[in-house]
């Protein structure tokens, strides 16, 4: 295996895995048994290249035994993709990120916002005190509030909308 589809091997392994030991998450060759498959049915929403992950993620999420049986892989002078490995992987992790904000909105969306508006709130703090000390507007600082307060507000706002939507669909 070429040494950049290692590494992409090992960035999706890693974020797909969820702290399992599973080596290969990508590989599209699975076996399931008759539960694994009808506790599956009908929560399987990717129809991409992020499917391995979500499969994972549900196995994981529903504690279903989760087993790695080693393949053989061979790379020669044909090209094995059908697709650029670069947009493979920017896929499967932007497949794997909606996945988590849709289970989590709160912890993936709202606490990244309300992060950024205490550091909003600082800056225009800082904002604030350098205006009074000089009379001059110190812009620097009120664009640096305005870059975080107005983006964390926006994140803080769609995280408890999010969580909100999630409830109701249970």
Not at 64 to 75: F, H
Request: aromatic residues 8%.
């Amino acid at each position: 295996m070429p040494l950049y589809r290692r590494f992409g091997r090992a960035v999706l392994d890693v974020v797909s895995s969820n702290g399992s030991a599973i080596t290969d998450s990508q590989c599209g060759f699975r076996a399931l048994n008759r539960k694994s498959m009808e506790s599956m049915i009908g929560t399987l929403r990717m129809d991409d290249f992020s499917t391995e992950s979500e499969m994972l993620r549900i196995a994981q999420e529903r504690r279903l035994r989760i087993g790695e049986t080693p393949i053989n892989c061979r790379y020669g002078d044909f090209d094995t993709s059908t697709k650029n490995p670069l947009s493979h992987g920017v896929e499967v992790l932007g497949s794997i990120f909606w996945l988590a904000v849709e289970r989590k909105p709160l912890l993936h969306i709202g606490l990244p916002g309300i992060v950024a508006m205490f550091a909003g709130i600082f800056f225009f703090l800082q904002f604030l005190r350098g205006f009074s000390e000089t009379g001059l507007v110190p812009i620097e600082q009120g664009m640096l509030a305005s870059l975080f307060l107005i983006p964390g507000t926006v994140a803080l706002m769609l995280g408890l909308a999010l969580a909100l939507a999630a409830r109701m669909r249970k």
